[in-house]
């Protein structure tokens, strides 16, 4: 029987594709499996095309697809009698909407709102058809059991699904030329947070006797090392050591108390 087997290896083509899972089935072989791909990669072609257009870029949807090609081949059953294309469907799709629940949103969103989102797209399809008209929110929030918070949140939450280019441009009313989207869209300004440091840090040198402040000065401000600060204070480096620790606890200390704030 091996000696068959190996005949058959040779000529893979020439192997209905029946024979050949069962040829996999046996030993496992990964000139078999490839051959299998080989024949079913039009299965995945057709699945990744569906979801062109959806926010990811169609290579690494066919990348996806493709991997869930090698898991429906790998975890196939030929004894059972199922085509392998109704196998091979949802196993395919199913990692395609992993991939898009997990990659698909532009910005890290709990998976409650994200799954909450996907009922309200089809909830709000439902209730136009049925009302004949755009519903509400009170509408959809009523058809799915929810508060009208949770459909507002999960509504804002969609709209980092697909990130608009910070190349949009926009017809600007009354000037010659038109705005980029980058051109208008806030920025942080570093001063705010050296103003908010510094504020801090003045707040909480109040709160320093004469020699904490010392250490401070020398050693954040001025560079001195611990040695050359024990010196001008006749202490022993350890001492100085021993009151930075306590001087940066205490920073901590006020800086809890701000974030609680």
Same mark, same amino acid.
Request: aromatic content about 8%; proline content about 2%.
């Given at each position: 029987?091996?000696?068959?087997?190996?005949?058959?290896?040779?000529?893979?083509?020439?192997?209905?594709? /029946?024979?050949?899972?069962?040829?996999?089935?046996?030993?496992?072989?990964?000139?078999?499996?490839?051959?299998?791909?080989?024949?079913?990669?039009?299965?995945? @072609?057709?699945?990744?095309? +569906?979801?062109?257009?959806?926010?990811?870029?169609? @290579?690494?949807?066919?990348? $996806?697809?493709? #991997?869930?090609?090698?898991?429906?081949?790998?975890?196939?059953?030929?004894? +059972?009698?199922?085509?392998?294309?109704?196998?091979?469907?949802?196993?395919?799709?199913?990692?395609?909407?992993?991939?898009? !629940?997990?990659?698909?949103?532009? =910005?890290?969103?709990?998976?409650?709102? &994200?799954?909450?989102?996907?009922?309200?797209?089809?909830?709000?399809? /439902?209730? &136009?058809?049925? #009302?004949? !008209? %755009?519903?509400?929110?009170?509408?959809?929030? #009523?058809?799915?059991?929810?508060? @009208? *918070?949770? =459909?507002? *949140?999960?509504?804002?939450?969609?709209? $980092?699904?697909?990130? +608009?280019?910070?190349? $949009?441009?926009?017809?600007?009313?009354?000037?010659?030329?038109?705005?980029?989207?980058?051109?208008? %869209?806030?920025?942080?300004?570093?001063?705010?947070?050296?103003?908010?440091?510094?504020?801090?840090?003045?707040?909480?040198?109040?709160?320093?006797?004469? $020699?904490?402040?010392?250490?401070?000065?020398?050693?954040?401000?001025?560079?001195?090392?611990?040695?050359?600060?024990?010196? @001008?204070?006749?202490?022993?480096?350890?001492?100085?050591? !021993?009151?930075?620790?306590?001087?940066?606890? +205490?920073? !901590?200390?006020?800086?809890?108390? #701000?974030?609680?704030?």
């Amino acid at each position: 029987m091996k000696e068959n087997d190996s005949a058959l290896k040779r000529d893979l083509k020439s192997i209905g594709t /029946k024979d050949l899972f069962i040829l996999f089935r046996d030993d496992r072989d990964l000139e078999i499996r490839n051959e299998l791909i080989k024949r079913h990669m039009y299965i995945t @072609e057709i699945l990744a095309k +569906k979801y062109i257009n959806k926010g990811i870029e169609y @290579e690494d949807i066919y990348q $996806v697809a493709s #991997l869930g090609l090698i898991y429906a081949i790998e975890r196939f059953d030929v004894d +059972k009698g199922f085509e392998f294309s109704s196998f091979a469907t949802p196993t395919i799709i199913g990692e395609i909407k992993k991939y898009f !629940r997990d990659k698909g949103w532009s =910005v890290r969103v709990p998976r409650r709102i &994200q799954e909450l989102s996907k009922k309200i797209n089809m909830a709000k399809a /439902k209730l &136009q058809q049925d #009302l004949q !008209r %755009i519903p509400k929110v009170s509408d959809i929030a #009523l058809y799915l059991n929810v508060s @009208e *918070e949770e =459909v507002i *949140e999960a509504m804002e939450a969609s709209q $980092v699904y697909t990130p +608009k280019s910070l190349d $949009v441009t926009y017809d600007a009313s009354g000037d010659d030329k038109d705005i980029q989207l980058q051109d208008i %869209i806030g920025r942080d300004d570093k001063t705010f947070d050296t103003i908010e440091n510094k504020d801090f840090i003045n707040m909480c040198l109040k709160k320093l006797n004469e $020699v904490e402040i010392k250490i401070v000065n020398d050693r954040f401000f001025d560079n001195k090392t611990q040695i050359q600060v024990a010196e @001008e204070l006749n202490v022993s480096q350890m001492t100085v050591s !021993r009151m930075e620790k306590k001087i940066i606890k +205490k920073f !901590r200390k006020e800086l809890s108390k #701000l974030n609680e704030i």
